[in-house]
């Protein structure tokens, strides 16, 4: 049976492998000249780099009740990974976007959205840490997933400009697509949260009665 999680990991997958293509092919392009140009930021953003990716790819292991109950001790390694990932990756992405207000002549603005969601970053993965700390295993998994979708929003940006074509529009438009998918991470994920109990009250929605309906057999009001 396929459950609404596998779909949503299902999309992930496809998104990351859409955004390796079509923004980050240059990895295994020597020749690509996009070289010249990060090499500038020497190793910060190779380290702000190797830091995200090892948080976001392997994140959605995290998700595996298979993985969490049958070996807890690799649940746990993998969890301190992505939060050392976290602690990373987010003031050096702060770090970068600053110096590239130098180097490549970016607003300021783009070092306000970066730090925004550095701070969001920190805040929901260290309340998912705390709770699942405290063996508050629900709470963990529920700020789990409110970090997972902010950690997503660096994929989620480019998926939607490289699709729409808005990623050779004005830069205005590029901040509003991205500051859009960062507002709208963690109700997302709270949707995510809630599924299960939001089909559930559809269901019994549903199947209940009117409460002004006649019981079956019961004669309707005469006039």
């Given at each position: 049976?396929?459950?609404?999680?596998?779909?949503?990991?299902?999309?992930?997958?496809?998104?990351?492998?859409?955004?390796?293509?079509?923004?980050?092919?240059?990895?295994?392009?020597?020749?690509?000249?996009?070289?010249?140009?990060?090499?500038?930021?020497?190793?910060?953003?190779?380290?702000?780099?190797?830091?995200?990716?090892?948080?976001?790819?392997?994140?959605?292991?995290?998700?595996?009740?298979?993985?969490?109950?049958?070996?807890?001790?690799?649940?746990?390694?993998?969890?301190?990974?992505?939060?050392?990932?976290?602690?990373?990756?987010?003031?050096?992405?702060?770090?970068?976007?600053?110096?590239?207000?130098?180097?490549?002549?970016?607003?300021?603005?783009?070092?306000?959205?970066?730090?925004?969601?550095?701070?969001?970053?920190?805040?929901?993965?260290?309340?998912?840490?705390?709770?699942?700390?405290?063996?508050?295993?629900?709470?963990?998994?529920?700020?789990?997933?409110?970090?997972?979708?902010?950690?997503?929003?660096?994929?989620?940006?480019?998926?939607?400009?490289?699709?729409?074509?808005?990623?050779?529009?004005?830069?205005?438009?590029?901040?509003?697509?991205?500051?859009?998918?960062?507002?709208?991470?963690?109700?997302?994920?709270?949707?995510?949260?809630?599924?299960?109990?939001?089909?559930?009250t559809a269901t019994v929605a549903v199947r209940?009665?009117?409460?002004?309906?006649?019981?079956?057999?019961?004669?309707?009001?005469?006039?």
């Amino acid at each position: 049976m396929v459950r609404p999680k596998h779909l949503v990991f299902t999309f992930v997958a496809l998104m990351m492998g859409y955004v390796l293509v079509h923004n980050e092919r240059f990895l295994i392009e020597s020749e690509s000249p996009m070289w010249g140009h990060f090499s500038k930021y020497g190793w910060w953003i190779l380290t702000h780099g190797v830091a995200g990716a090892a948080a976001m790819f392997l994140a959605p292991f995290q998700f595996s009740d298979r993985l969490r109950k049958r070996y807890t001790s690799t649940h746990h390694l993998v969890g301190y990974i992505y939060v050392v990932g976290i602690l990373i990756l987010a003031p050096l992405g702060i770090y970068v976007q600053y110096i590239s207000e130098t180097l490549d002549g970016t607003p300021r603005s783009f070092t306000v959205l970066a730090t925004v969601d550095a701070v969001m970053l920190y805040i929901t993965t260290g309340v998912a840490l705390v709770f699942a700390r405290q063996r508050r295993l629900t709470l963990h998994r529920q700020w789990m997933t409110r970090s997972y979708a902010v950690a997503l929003v660096f994929f989620e940006g480019r998926l939607i400009l490289g699709l729409t074509g808005l990623e050779t529009a004005d830069i205005t438009i590029v901040q509003a697509v991205i500051w859009s998918c960062l507002a709208l991470s963690v109700p997302v994920a709270d949707v995510i949260n809630d599924w299960a109990e939001l089909r559930r009250t559809a269901t019994v929605a549903v199947r209940s009665p009117r409460a002004d309906a006649p019981a079956p057999g019961a004669l309707a009001p005469s006039a």
